[in-house]
């Protein structure tokens, strides 16, 4: 697969890009296991590599990761009704 330049990008890309963000996200949300950070609700990846990579994406584009490495669920579905708008 090739990559195109940013003046190649259509609404049509971005809209799958928002997509598969989604659907990260909402891995995350439904697979990462339950924890705590800062006494508030939080996922991690458990070592999980599809889990790493799927915060590491989502790092990447936005979403804020804790310090400890995960993600609170507020953050995460605040990201994920950004990604909607």
Do not use: P, W
Request: proline share 0%; glycine share 8%; with cysteine.
């Amino acid at each position: 697969m090739s990559r195109l330049s940013l003046d190649q990008l259509t609404q049509a890309h971005l809209d799958q890009l928002y997509d598969a963000l989604d659907a990260l996200a909402d891995m995350v949300l439904q697979f990462g296991y339950e924890t705590t950070f800062r006494r508030g609700k939080a996922l991690c990846d458990g070592g999980l590599s599809a889990l790493e990579s799927a915060f590491s994406a989502l790092m990447f584009c936005g979403c804020k990761v804790n310090s400890n490495g995960t993600i609170s669920v507020k953050e995460l579905l605040e990201f994920m009704r950004g990604i909607e708008e």
